[in-house]
């Protein structure tokens, strides 16, 4: 209401990054946690010009500085300021004045800070809502960072629209707790990144995998039938086969309340491509797990499957009033998928305003007939659904010229080789594609970081193949023959099925251990200097000229 843009920085970001962004937003009032974010904002203080206060909520401040609050003390200062004062800003604010930063990851460069309006995050809101029928005055649960564009959609402006609740997870949510989480709040709606799905569908196998050798066939009978029932439902048959109310009765609605999702009408994943695997999974406990897409510059959502218009792998249709357009499609339908908005006086109402001080990125970004180009390759069956199948700066570009989306083999690799956690293919103006390959391990809870010790999934798979690793440094010292060769021999199913010689993978090695953000290997872009900080977005255009919109 006092018409200040709130930033959001990951709790993981280094020093380094946290100026960053405190820099390129000139950022006057920094919040933090606890004192361990404190003392990162502190090391980079010096370089941070136009910070006027640090404000700290949680925990007492382990020695007192200049212009260092706790909330209670900054809630203090504001007592002194007339209701008039901030009745006369809420009234100049407009529908097309910036709302909210996102800041991107800066896998593709340096950060970008994305203005989105509050015409943007109003219309979104309502659009979602519209085509996915999100329950009126539900419960939403919180546990992902709300410097992502799809927490604060889903955790913080769709429920101020829809009057409905959200509940914030634990800090330790994704170490172990969500599920007790889930539990006591049971949501109406529940989203997740593809890696949360994953490790549901991990806890929910180990635990049928513990079961007697009775309940495991009939957890494996039920989840045919379940599965049967959400292809036919794909296929527009709405019958479902004999004994579908048998299993729901013994084992879906038993899995439901396990998870605390009895109440949930919609499952949703976003921000990055959910395996087939997980899909068919949760589609066998009749858990039809909805993706959506869209992107910081899209205001989130631009297409997402739903109740009625679903397809197993495709992120659906898009949100009524947006439309889509793939560039350049090559032989098979593929080009750079581009969006827009369908309207007669507004043209882009879910289309960012611009980056932050970077007005050639936004020129490039959207062209001069308002196309928002995402850089994500895309194509489109018949019936209208989308489907990403990979990133335009993710091709590989072997030294023979040939253009190879990585994507699809490192997911068909990690099928085909269940005790593969992470494929990274290798090859851009190589001679021939290579693969790095992690196993799939147990991690710290607290850091999060990879430990020696195999998943249990990956000790069966080792078992079942008659090895008796239990660590990643068994099987690399000893170079496992075991694992080693069903490596090999799943490499080459795959190879079986490329398209041509170049799609082939010649040469493939094991790491020895997991990527993660403790190690280096995964994490926002880091930055060891900062940058020059652009003009203050406070109530201005946007970079690129726009028309004001008004209800």
């Known amino acids: 209401m006092a018409g200040g843009l709130a930033v959001g920085i990951y709790s993981t970001s280094s020093p380094e990054a946290c100026g960053y962004v405190a820099v390129n937003c000139a950022a006057n009032v920094v919040v933090v946690e606890d004192n361990a974010q404190l003392s990162k904002i502190l090391q980079v203080q010096k370089q941070l010009p136009h910070l006027k206060a640090i404000v700290q909520y949680r925990d007492q401040l382990e020695e007192k500085r200049p212009n260092v609050y706790m909330w209670e003390e900054f809630m203090e200062l504001g007592r002194t300021v007339p209701d008039s004062q901030l009745d006369s800003i809420i009234r100049s604010q407009c529908v097309n004045h910036c709302c909210t930063l996102i800041y991107t990851s800066g896998t593709t460069g340096t950060p970008k800070g994305v203005m989105l309006s509050h015409d943007n995050v109003t219309w979104v809101s309502k659009r979602a809502k519209d085509m996915l029928g999100f329950p009126d005055h539900g419960v939403f649960i919180n546990y992902l960072p709300l410097s992502h564009v799809a927490a604060q959609i889903l955790d913080l402006w769709m429920p101020m629209y829809l009057g409905v609740t959200t509940s914030f997870a634990q800090p330790d949510a994704l170490k172990g707790s969500l599920l007790t989480t889930l539990k006591e709040v049971r949501p109406t709606v529940f989203a997740g990144v593809p890696r949360v799905w994953e490790k549901i569908e991990e806890k929910l196998k180990a635990a049928f995998n513990q079961s007697s050798l009775g309940k495991r066939k009939l957890v494996e009978w039920a989840r045919g039938i379940g599965l049967q029932a959400s292809y036919s439902r794909l296929d527009g048959d709405g019958s479902v086969p004999w004994g579908f109310a048998l299993a729901d009765h013994l084992l879906f609605r038993k899995v439901r309340e396990e998870l605390g999702l009895q109440r949930c009408t919609l499952f949703l994943a976003g921000a990055a491509p959910t395996s087939k695997d997980t899909l068919e999974f949760f589609m066998s406990l009749h858990l039809p797990i909805f993706e959506m897409f869209g992107l910081s510059e899209s205001s989130g959502p631009h297409s997402t499957c739903t109740n009625e218009t679903f397809r197993i792998y495709s992120c659906g249709k898009e949100l009524p009033g947006c439309r889509s357009r793939i560039e350049q499609p090559d032989a098979e339908g593929i080009g750079e998928l581009c969006c827009h908005m369908v309207g007669l006086f507004c043209q882009v109402r879910h289309v960012f305003m611009g980056y932050l001080g970077m007005e050639a990125a936004t020129r490039e970004a959207l062209d001069e007939e308002g196309w928002l180009h995402t850089g994500d390759l895309a194509c489109r069956d018949h019936d209208g659904f989308l489907y990403i199948v990979g990133r335009i700066k993710e091709l590989v570009i072997t030294a023979g010229g040939k253009n190879i989306a990585p994507v699809p083999i490192e997911d068909a690799v990690k ?24 196993l ?112």
């Open 415 to 438: 099928k085909e080789v269940p005790i593969v956690s992470n494929a990274v293919l290798v090859g851009d103006g190589r001679k021939f594609l290579s693969m790095l390959l992690t």
């Open 440 to 551: 799939k391990c147990q991690v710290d809870p607290e850091s999060g970081a990879p430990l020696d010790e195999l998943s249990p999934e990956a000790v069966r798979f080792c078992q079942e193949l008659g090895s008796q690793a239990t660590r990643v440094s068994e099987v690399l010292s000893t170079r496992d023959p075991a694992v080693y060769q069903a490596i090999q021999q799943g490499m080459e199913r795959v190879n079986q099925r490329a398209p041509s010689r170049a799609h082939r993978v010649q040469k493939w090695a094991l790491l020895p251990r997991d990527f993660s953000i403790a190690g280096g290997e995964l994490g926002a872009w880091q930055s060891g200097s900062t940058a020059p900080a652009p003009p203050r977005p406070v109530a201005t255009s946007p970079p690129t000229a726009r028309p004001t919109w008004w209800w």
